[in-house]
C-alpha cells in the first residue's frame, strides 16, 4: 500500500498526520536543549514565532539608519491611530513577503482590533500555504 504525505504507517494501519507536524525550524529566540543542541520548533509554533519575529524585525540593512522598525511607539503608544497604521502597514508587508515566499496568507477580512486597558491586541487569521490550514494569531501591543 502506497502512503500519502499526510499517512503514516502504524503497525498495521495507516494514521493521518497533519503536515504542520513535520514542518521544523529554529526555535526564535535561539537557545539550545539540555543536550547542547539547537533548539527547534515545530508546526504552529514554528508559525507563531516566524509570525512574531517578522512583526518586530526591521528590513533596514544600513547600520546606521536602524529606524525602519515598530520601535518604542508599539509599546507606550499602541493605541493611537498613526501607530495603528503603521502596524497594519507593517503587516501588509510582511505577509505580501510571506506570501511571495509561499508560506503564509494574511486572511484581510479576519484582523481586529481589541483595546483592553493600556494593551491593544491585534488578531488576525491567516492560511499557511505549505500545510493548507488556517490559523489564528493574536498580538499584545502595549501596556
Given at each position: 500500500m502506497a502512503l500519502s504525505q499526510k499517512q503514516?504507517?502504524?503497525?498495521?494501519?495507516?494514521i493521518v498526520?497533519?503536515?504542520?507536524e513535520k514542518?521544523?525550524?529554529?526555535?526564535?529566540?535561539?537557545?539550545s536543549t539540555s543536550a547542547g543542541r539547537l533548539a527547534t520548533s515545530i508546526g504552529e509554533t514554528l508559525d507563531l514565532e516566524r509570525i512574531s519575529t517578522a512583526l518586530t524585525d526591521g528590513d533596514n540593512e544600513n547600520p546606521f539608519r536602524q529606524?525602519?522598525?515598530?520601535?518604542?511607539?508599539?509599546?507606550?503608544?499602541?493605541?493611537?491611530?498613526?501607530?495603528?497604521?503603521?502596524?497594519?502597514?507593517?503587516?501588509?508587508?510582511?505577509f505580501a513577503e510571506f506570501e511571495r515566499q509561499q508560506r503564509y496568507r494574511l486572511l484581510a477580512e479576519s484582523i481586529e482590533w481589541e483595546q483592553q486597558g493600556p494593551e491593544l491586541i491585534l488578531t488576525f487569521k491567516y492560511h499557511n500555504l505549505e500545510a493548507d490550514e488556517i490559523k489564528p494569531f493574536s498580538q499584545k501591543f502595549g501596556g
Amino acid at each position: 500500500m502506497a502512503l500519502s504525505q499526510k499517512q503514516v504507517q502504524v503497525g498495521s494501519s495507516a494514521i493521518v498526520k497533519s503536515t504542520s507536524e513535520k514542518r521544523r525550524g529554529l526555535a526564535i529566540p535561539m537557545r539550545s536543549t539540555s543536550a547542547g543542541r539547537l533548539a527547534t520548533s515545530i508546526g504552529e509554533t514554528l508559525d507563531l514565532e516566524r509570525i512574531s519575529t517578522a512583526l518586530t524585525d526591521g528590513d533596514n540593512e544600513n547600520p546606521f539608519r536602524q529606524d525602519r522598525t515598530m520601535g518604542s511607539a508599539m509599546v507606550f503608544d499602541a493605541g493611537s491611530p498613526a501607530v495603528r497604521a503603521r502596524i497594519m502597514s507593517r503587516l501588509r508587508v510582511v505577509f505580501a513577503e510571506f506570501e511571495r515566499q509561499q508560506r503564509y496568507r494574511l486572511l484581510a477580512e479576519s484582523i481586529e482590533w481589541e483595546q483592553q486597558g493600556p494593551e491593544l491586541i491585534l488578531t488576525f487569521k491567516y492560511h499557511n500555504l505549505e500545510a493548507d490550514e488556517i490559523k489564528p494569531f493574536s498580538q499584545k501591543f502595549g501596556g
